[in-house]
């Protein structure tokens, strides 16, 4: 009977475990930069928005604050010669002398915002 009683504690507290992990750790969707390093750079950043340092799949990372992250991204796109011209979810939309662009965006950590646009821009 011991047995299977440490048998079911071990089992219940593997499964916690696990729900915790994935509740708690929200894995950084841009590789080859670590996580803390990222974390440091958003939060040294007051606010603004930060490229992350990667190309990751070919593309730019920024990261921003929840909050401003929409004004941040609009104020780094005009600095760019970019304008504004929608949103649709996700994705904001833009033109420029190079033609059209769109800036896909991804919630992380329930905290930040995450954009990614082709390298180049």
Avoid: C
């Amino acid at each position: 009977m011991k047995k299977w009683v440490k048998y079911n504690i071990t089992i219940s507290l593997l499964v916690v475990g696990v729900f915790l992990f994935g509740r708690f750790y929200e894995p950084l969707p841009v590789k080859f930069v670590s996580k803390k390093e990222v974390l440091m750079l958003v939060n040294q950043a007051n606010g603004k928005i930060v490229k992350i340092p990667s190309y990751y799949q070919g593309y730019q990372w920024y990261i921003s604050t929840k909050e401003k992250a929409d004004e941040n991204l609009m104020q780094l796109m005009k600095v760019k010669g970019w304008s504004f011209v929608k949103k649709d979810e996700a994705s904001y939309f833009f033109e420029g002398v190079q033609g059209n662009i769109s800036v896909i965006s991804q919630v992380w950590n329930e905290k930040y915002i995450i954009f990614h646009f082709p390298e180049g821009i």
